[in-house]
């Protein structure tokens, strides 16, 4: 695997290294931008109030993983597309890990499972100014290089652990920023046949598309099949009675 992009501070990018923060995504909607439209990443070995997408803790060993933040203008992107931004993220993860041992997939909307485990996790905060996405701050956990984890997080599982070895921390945040940059074009361009590619290309390969499982909503657990995602977001699946939508957070998976 060859990565291209550099983590230097550039013209085109900002680059933040934090030893310890509360919380990247925190510490990036704090910061004044002074005009400053550059995408800026900032890592942290180490978050004292690192926050899940339904919880408010991710739990990650000091040193051990990936945490960072990615903070975008996607200025050009309408924001009835904004899952847009989301799939751009859990697509340059997938793919990035996917680049140290195939097999990884998306969950949606955006965890990063390997088989049953969970390896990476996804925090997406949009600002909005009227009808526009004023910024996207993408929060980042990757479960690199840690081995046992503490927290009732279910099913956590990290790279290292996959491939059998430690893994520098460095090669798998450079080829996310490859991979991302990429993905990035198509929001830049914000056009609806384009995000409608994207939106195709982040559905092939969901985890449990089209199989039959059990799930959890606010009546109790039932067994359907997921048969799609809306460019909103929204997840649909069958059962014997019929079609069911959801937004995020109205339904869980049964692992
Ligand atoms: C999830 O619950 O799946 C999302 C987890 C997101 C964790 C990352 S770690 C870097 C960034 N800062 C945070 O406080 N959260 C995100």
Redesign the pocket.
């Known amino acids: 695997m060859e990565t291209q992009f550099s983590l230097e501070d550039s013209p085109s990018f900002r680059m933040i290294r934090l030893d310890e923060v509360d ?4 510490y990036l909607r704090r910061l004044d931008m002074q005009d400053d439209q550059r995408p800026t990443l900032v890592t942290a070995e180490f ?1 004292s ?7 408010n803790r ?1 739990e ?1 060993e000091r040193a051990k993983n990936l ?3 990615l903070r975008l203008m996607p200025g050009n992107l309408p924001v009835r597309r904004m899952f847009a931004v989301s799939e751009v993220a859990a697509l340059a993860v997938r793919d990035a890990l996917n680049a140290f041992a195939p097999g990884f997939c998306i969950k949606w909307p955006n ?1 990063i499972y390997y088989e049953d485990s ?1 390896v990476a ?3 997406i905060e949009n600002d909005l100014q009227g009808a526009k996405i004023r910024c996207s701050t993408i ?3 990757i479960n690199v290089n840690q081995r046992r984890f503490l927290s009732d997080a279910p099913n956590p599982r990290s790279l290292a652990d996959i491939v059998g070895h430690d893994i520098e921390r460095r090669l798998v945040l450079e080829q996310f920023m490859e991979c991302v940059l990429q993905y990035m074009k198509s929001l830049d361009e914000g056009k609806d046949d384009v995000l409608d590619a994207l939106h195709e290309h982040y559905k092939e390969g969901l985890y449990r598309m089209g199989e039959e499982h059990k799930f959890i909503d606010e009546m109790g657990v039932f067994c359907a099949k997921i048969i799609d995602v809306e460019q909103s977001g929204h997840i649909i699946l069958q059962d014997a009675k019929g079609i069911r939508r959801y937004e995020f957070k109205q339904l869980k998976y049964i692992i």
């Not at 919380?23 to 925190?26: D, I, V």
């Not at 109030?49 to 919880?55: K, N, S, V």
Request: charged share 15%; aromatic share 8%.
């Open positions: 919380s990247t995504n925190s978050q109030a690192g926050r899940g997408a339904d919880t991710w990650s945490l960072f933040s965890d969970k996790g996804i925090l929060g980042i956990g």
